[in-house]
């Protein structure tokens, strides 16, 4: 028998219902096993976005101590640039000399800011910013690090502009104060201290070159302009920090709110 009769024959006697039925039992078992990988994916998933937000949560958390921190320090720099500046302008008794001094020292210093963000960054670095399924909250999550992240650019610029190079600079080289161990920063306060405790060398008001100046000389008067930019600059820390403070507290009881809601 030649093939082709071989094969038309073979056709008409093969089973055909049974065929059908052994390509749908194939076909539904392709989809179960795609449905239950789908399923598991997806529980992979719903995992990882929880670590993600419980993550973010918790670097939220540190933030807002951070930042709480950061205004306390700034509204005691601000405190002594109005001291200062009033008894530039005013007059200063010699009895307030000493008190003017450990706050003009204390200007002389800042404080930089970083926040945290390492479960952020490991969200953006490793692409997986789209498990967070909840576009509206992702977009006030990516929003709150972006701009966090231009406040502190500003904080460093104003810092190495008006701090440092404008009045830092000009109080060292004019030798205009003789150096303080005291700060704003509670932290800071203990190592000042050991290392005044190590020179052993008393400092007073008979240091401060400033106080031998004519109160009309113009280098208390470009001093003083100078305390008033720098205690701009802190001023406006402040109320930025309170600012940053309310958007990191907004989104993150948002993210508590997700997490409570999908994962109770």
């Known amino acids: 028998m030649n093939p082709v009769g071989r094969l038309s024959r073979d056709l008409r006697e093969m089973r055909w219902g049974q065929v059908v039925v052994e390509l749908l039992l194939l076909v539904l078992g392709i989809l179960i096993a795609l449905a239950i990988d789908d399923a598991m994916q997806d529980r992979r998933d719903a995992k990882m976005e929880r670590q993600y937000l419980e993550g973010i949560v918790r670097d939220l958390d540190r933030d807002l101590l951070v930042l709480k921190e950061f205004g306390a320090y700034h509204e005691g720099q601000t405190a002594d640039s109005i001291k200062a500046y009033r008894a530039l302008r005013g007059g200063t008794d010699v009895k307030d000399r000493e008190d003017l001094s450990r706050a003009l020292s204390r200007l002389m210093s800042r404080r930089t800011l970083r926040l945290s963000h390492p479960t952020y960054s490991n969200l953006v670095g490793t692409g997986n910013v789209g498990l967070i399924r909840n576009v509206e909250l992702r977009d006030r999550i990516v929003g709150l690090y ?39 920063l509670a932290s800071a306060n203990q190592q000042n201290e050991s290392f ?7 400092v007073g008001v008979g240091d401060d070159r400033l106080w031998g100046l004519p109160p009309d000389s113009p280098e208390r008067a470009v001093l003083a302009n100078k305390v008033w930019y720098r205690g701009l600059v802190s001023h406006s820390a402040v ?5 940053v403070m309310r958007d990191v507290s907004a989104v993150r009881d948002a993210i508590a709110a997700e997490l409570q809601r999908r994962w109770p």
């Not at 109320?239 to 600012?243: E, F, S, V």
């Open 146 to 184: 972006e701009a966090n992240e231009r406040w502190v650019s500003i904080i460093d610029r104003n810092n190495l502009v008006f701090v440092d190079q404008m009045f830092a600079e000009y109080m060292m080289n004019n030798g205009l104060v003789a150096p303080r161990p005291t700060s704003n």
């Open 239 to 243: 109320t930025q920090a309170d600012d």
């Open 196 to 202: 005044d405790a190590l020179m052993g060398v008393p």
